[in-house]
């Protein structure tokens, strides 16, 4: 049990206290389905990468990092290249306030949080075989909120094994006197693509050979 002298004096010397992070990365605090305080850590390209949770442990904090995403997608690997030295830094500066800890680490799984998301089949027009996927991110405007999409579906993505485009929200634009639809596309399967402004027509002419040439 921590006196109420040590609440006071840790009270005190972490009141200031801001996490050592990039410019490019932001920290927002949310509160998990268990009822855990977790501190998401989010980069501006390529959206939430990592969170952060500090657990009662024995009477003393335990912090534990996890990186966001499915451990086969490519970009997991730069996920962890951006969030572990953050964790090193952050946990340096709360060891040389608080002090070592000496109990042993417990585990913890996040629990898993129940997301609908609007995803388009496209098939084949003699067979109907998935020939292809389109996720729709309709809120979506920028690199890092695509990105986000494509964490929570990448599993799915890669086991149905389809070339596969997040849309993200639908602007209108004036093309040769037309009002058309342009969508933020990010071209995630079988091969990652820069994301790029595509027009509903080009999406057409992208997904009508699929559907035509599957049986031919």
């Known amino acids: 049990m921590i006196s109420e002298e040590r609440k006071r004096e840790l009270n005190e010397k972490t009141k200031n206290l801001k996490f050592p992070i990039p410019p490019e990365v932001s920290c927002r605090k949310e509160t998990l389905?268990?009822?855990?305080?977790?501190?998401v850590f989010r980069h501006e390209d390529m959206g939430d990468f990592g969170r952060m949770l500090i657990l009662?442990?024995?009477g003393e904090s335990q912090f534990v990092f996890e990186v966001i995403g499915d451990e086969d997608n490519l970009m997991l690997e730069k996920k962890k290249a951006i969030l572990d030295p953050i964790a090193k830094d952050i946990v340096s500066q709360m060891e040389s306030i608080l002090g070592k800890g000496k109990s042993t680490a417990k585990s913890y799984e996040t629990p898993s949080e129940n997301q609908t998301i609007e995803a388009e089949h496209i098939t084949c027009s003699k067979c109907e075989a998935l020939v292809a996927l389109i996720v729709y991110a309709p809120d979506a405007t920028t690199e890092a909120a695509l990105e986000d999409y494509t964490s929570i579906m990448f599993s799915k993505i890669r086991e149905l094994?389809?070339?596969?485009?997040v849309l993200g929200k639908e602007q209108d634009v004036i093309v040769d006197n037309q009002c058309l639809a342009q969508f933020p596309s990010l071209k995630i399967w079988p091969e990652r693509e820069p994301v790029w402004f595509i027009l509903g027509t080009e999406m057409d002419n992208i997904l009508e050979p699929l559907v035509e040439n599957h049986c031919k």
């Not at 389905?33 to 501190?39: E, L």
């Open 33 to 39: 389905s268990d009822g855990q305080a977790v501190y």
């Open 56 to 58: 009662p442990n024995a």
């Open 161 to 165: 094994n389809v070339p596969t485009s």
